[in-house]
């Protein structure tokens, strides 16, 4: 059969920080464009999960946290990846795998992704049958492709590259066109939403709600284009349940993604939407805690929130409050032993490599160690502090002023950027206050971390 060149194909690999797309995140991504006759493009990056990187992730992949640091996160590489892959057949091996991370990720960024899929393992089985195993590597072998960097995006891609080059070479009876017939998956709109409806919904930044029967908010989501975002929701296999309650789409636009993130909590917290399964369950808070030991040292550690003690500040889960406190130990030099992260015997394991200056095994005094860890706590305490933070406003000429006080999200509001007032209370007055919600607190936290410093005014102290 003659080889198809009327489509364009995105070969793709990723390396992840475990299994699943729903709890991990992409590390590494390569993408290879075949035009149907051979490799026209490619296109490789390393990605910051923002989180701990496993050390077996490492072991298999040779990436290791500190290669990511200086990384791109995924929204920063978002836009440019789904240009270079619209409009192409998305393939790999094993593709779902790999597919259902790039669309969460997408997700993620409010971006719709659902292309034709290729899985060259299930046209090797077809194409090439009587292979004992149909894994990249032993496939490889057995068709004479050489894997330069196995268990690396670029290397695993460029070789799957190569394995479809083959396949569409032997493809003499229409498999792969046959494999990709019904595949595209066009939007279909829930049966009460007119097309003029979704026509006139906003290609913007906001939050939006959607509705059933009566009126009453079902379902609450943010996105950077709500059009887009909805489409999503109903394109291939949507919930058949949201699909036929949904009655009516509203939203409200915030220009800010950060602003839309904050409105969403705060919605579905108000409304404990039936289709915001996440948010509804209950879960455990865990909180960063001080005491002073007998030898007058300040220690650290993590614990479960809601007790007798308070915490300097609170997480989400025990990973988050645990990727924060090392962090804030290398940073600032804090002994691993003291803030409960090692437990030896004598000196921690990072005095001799000089990531401790010795507090653990009496070489530096409790006076000097105490003042860098009340230097961290002063840097993340949120007690006594009133931030505004100032983003993007829903149009050209505004910005989205938005207040924390004691570390919780008190007021927001939108103000012209030529006003300038003489005290900060001026601008205050002119913000919408809402109910603190305690999961504002984290994306506070995370919103400093980014070290976005021009946008952030602190009040009082």
């Not at 590489?77 to 789904?82: D, H």
Request: aromatic share 10%.
């Amino acid at each position: 059969m003659k080889i198809d060149r009327f489509n364009m194909y995105a070969i793709v690999d990723i390396e992840t920080t475990g299994g699943f797309s729903a709890d991990n995140r992409i590390i590494e991504i390569a993408v290879v464009i075949h035009d149907g006759s051979g490799i026209v493009d490619e296109y490789q990056t390393l990605v910051n999960p923002n989180r701990m990187l496993p050390g077996f992730i490492t072991g298999l992949t040779g990436i290791s946290s500190e290669m990511l640091e200086g990384a791109p996160a995924f929204s920063e590489i978002a836009e440019e990846l789904f240009a270079l892959l619209e409009g192409k057949v998305f393939v790999a091996h094993n593709v779902n795998f790999d597919y259902n991370f790039v669309k969460a990720a997408f997700a993620l960024e409010g971006m719709a992704y659902h292309p034709a899929l290729l899985c060259t393992v299930r046209l090797s089985r077809r194409i090439f049958p009587g292979y004992r195993s149909y894994s990249l590597g032993t496939l490889c072998d057995q068709r004479g492709i050489q894997i330069r960097g196995r268990h690396r995006a670029m290397g695993d891609a460029y070789a799957t590259a190569l394995l479809f080059g083959q396949l569409l070479a032997a493809d003499t009876v229409g498999v792969i066109p046959t494999s990709l017939k019904g595949k595209k998956k066009e939007t279909t709109l829930p049966p009460h939403i007119s097309p003029e409806k979704y026509a006139r919904l906003p290609e913007e930044t906001g939050v939006y709600f959607f509705h059933d029967q009566q009126g009453r908010i079902i379902y609450v989501g943010k996105a950077l284009n709500i059009k887009s975002r909805f489409k999503g929701h109903f394109s291939g296999k949507a919930k058949i349940d949201l699909k036929t309650e949904i009655h009516d789409v509203s939203y409200e636009l915030t220009g800010s993604e950060f602003l839309a993130l904050l409105v969403e909590t705060m919605e579905i917290k108000k409304h404990w939407p039936k289709y915001n399964r996440a948010m509804k369950v209950k879960s455990t808070r865990w909180g960063l805690f001080t005491y002073l030991d007998q030898g007058g040292f300040i220690r650290l550690g993590i614990g479960k929130s809601g007790g007798m003690q308070e915490s300097v500040c609170s997480f989400n889960t025990h990973a988050e409050a645990w990727h924060f406190l090392l962090a804030e130990v290398k940073n600032h030099k804090l002994c691993p032993k003291l803030c409960g992260i090692q437990k030896a015997v004598a000196a921690c394991y990072d005095r001799q490599q000089g990531g401790c200056r010795g507090a653990c095994e009496g070489a530096e005094s409790p006076e000097l160690y105490n003042e860098r860890v009340n230097a961290m706590l002063e840097a993340i305490r949120f007690d006594e502090k009133v931030i505004l933070i100032k983003e993007k406003g829903r149009a050209e000429e505004e910005e989205a002023a938005i207040l924390f006080e004691k570390g919780l999200l008190s007021a927001f509001g939108y103000i012209d950027k030529c006003f300038a007032p003489s005290r900060p209370e001026e601008l205050i007055e002119l913000l919408k206050p809402v109910k603190p919600v305690p999961e504002t607190s984290y994306f506070l936290r995370a919103y400093l971390e980014r070290g976005q410093n021009k946008n952030i005014y602190y009040l009082s102290s």
